[in-house]
């Protein structure tokens, strides 16, 4: 999570402000790596498992009355990658009853990522508390000049940024969707045969590794009536369908085993370091995890040297991380935008695979979970529960729904980035403006709560002020740095 200035007022999601009263325990003790059992945290009833504005009222079945009937069996469903969003979809989907089918390859998945999530999706997704390994209340913002804002200071006292690993937060997502019926198979997807004929099936080709046909897996094939591309960033769904290129952003983490002691200053901090020298346009940062901190870094424009950029960033931490050992190395592209095409017939795109990361934050997260719900949705209620095939109209809904949701914050945050981001001067000023309360408070409680929180038109004018006066400024240092490069 950035804590991306002045993008509240932009922010359009619909996350309910009654996650604000989760529970103010205090920070629990790192407990390890283990089994979760689900039977505490389960919730079967399809009305339980949508978000808490329809939770209210019964789910509108809206299935074409032209939409054939299934019998003998309920409709099919095959879920390519089983992150945030292939999770989700799969739970949703499941309470639902669709016959779903989970195919992910890699079941200790521990993509490189920093791991935030908002408050609102502990609460929205019916996280517990004990797969959230830190709970960030402190942030600090690092100008190029290593000028430090403190950023937190509007939180109460119950609100917090969850910090999680991925391998943890997918696999208790992927448990919670096998609890409610959900088939997750460990396979590698090759490639799917597009139906012929109006109403026939896709035919999925993958390799199942089950432990007895080693390390090239056994060759299977399944049959669906839709199937959702939740494959990540290089989705072989998406080059099925042809959904075309976007720009991608590669992040490279490491993370590292600081000493105790120093383990103590990030107990509730997380570090963003803004400079031409971590990354020309995106940022640097230490987030800490359960017993370490992830410090890391992402460019689009300069990917060949993303290590240089990751050296300048840990060099810029390494007062607050001497002494640490790096326990693992990870690199993994990031989409810069949506993809150019979302769906096309019985299959859709969410999560990384559909381009769904915010430009400044490259927060992807809960935009994952929330889009592949979405469209788990939008198939429970076009197939009736299951009980009729759907067409490409009933995943457009989908698509439609998102777009009038989202489109906007992701527009904001893309001239965000490219004011902010586009020289040291800039960043410079970015930072200045982070130390500003208010900013505080509206980029906390838009990311925090994804809702569009009302502003103080005196304090709005305030701040269109003074991020005009930062930007003046900046380009004046811009201008007299080209004096002495002269």
């Known amino acids: 999570m950035a804590s991306i200035a002045i993008n509240a007022h932009f922010t359009t999601t619909t996350c309910d402000r009654k996650t604000s009263e989760i529970s103010r325990e205090s920070l629990k003790s790192f407990v390890g790596l283990r089994k979760r059992t689900i039977e505490n945290n389960q919730s ?19 299935a074409s009355k032209t939409s054939p009937k299934l019998t003998g069996r309920n409709l099919r469903v ?58 960030v ?128 200053y990030y107990e509730n901090l997380a570090e963003m370091y803004v400079g031409d020298d971590v990354s020309p346009d995106f940022y640097g940062w230490v987030f800490p995890k359960c017993d370490h901190v992830a410090v890391g870094t992402g460019t689009v424009t300069h990917k060949g040297d993303i290590k240089k950029f990751q050296l300048a960033t840990r060099n810029r931490a390494k007062d607050k991380i ?27 795109l969410v999560g990384d695979a559909a381009g769904y990361v915010t430009k400044c934050s ?32 009933d995943l457009r809904k989908y698509l439609e729904k998102w777009d009038k949701t989202y489109w906007p914050t992701y527009k904001v945050l893309d001239v965000l980035q490219k004011v902010f981001y586009r020289s040291n001067p800039a960043r410079e000023a970015f930072v200045e403006m982070c130390a500003d309360e208010y900013v505080q408070k509206m980029t906390f409680d838009s990311y925090l709560y994804k809702t569009v929180t009302p502003g103080n038109p005196l304090e709005d004018l305030k701040l269109a002020v003074n991020t005009i006066g930062s930007l003046v400024r900046a380009n004046a240092l811009r201008k007299e740095m080209d004096k002495i490069n002269v």
């Open 78 to 135: 095959a879920i390519i990658g089983g992150g945030p969003a292939g999770g989700a979809a799969a739970e949703t989907l499941a309470k639902g009853g669709i016959e779903t089918y989970v195919i992910e390859r890699k079941l200790d998945n521990c993509k490189p990522c920093g791991g935030a999530i908002p408050l609102c999706m502990v609460g929205e997704f019916d996280l517990p508390l004990d797969i959230i390994d830190r709970r």
């Open 44 to 62: 079967i009833s399809l009305t339980k498992s949508l978000p808490i504005h329809l939770t209210n009222r019964k789910l509108n079945i809206v």
């Open 137 to 264: 209340t402190k942030m600090k913002m690092i100008s190029p000049s290593n000028v430090a804002v403190d950023i937190g200071q509007t939180l109460k006292p119950h609100e917090y940024i969850g910090m999680v690993r991925r391998e943890v937060l997918d696999a208790y997502l992927r448990e919670r969707a096998a609890k409610a019926g959900a088939n997750i198979l460990n396979g590698l997807f090759l490639k799917m045969d597009m139906p012929q004929e109006q109403n026939a099936p896709y035919v999925l080709h993958y390799s199942l590794f089950d432990g007895k046909a080693g390390s090239v897996g056994e060759k299977r094939t399944l049959e669906v009536d839709a199937v959702i591309g939740a494959d990540g960033a290089n989705s072989r769904v998406a080059k099925a369908i042809g959904a075309g290129d976007y720009d991608y952003a590669i992040a490279f983490q490491e993370r590292i085993k600081i000493p105790d002691d120093k383990m103590v």
């Open 362 to 393: 490259g927060e992807g997260i809960y935009f994952a979970a929330k889009s592949g719900r979405m469209c788990g949705e939008a198939i429970v209620e076009g197939s009736a529960n299951g009980t009729r095939l759907i067409d490409e109209s």
């Open 322 to 348: 001497l002494g640490g050992k790096i326990i693992r190395v990870e690199a993994h592209p990031i989409p810069e935008h949506p993809r150019p095409k979302r769906l096309a017939g019985r299959v859709a």
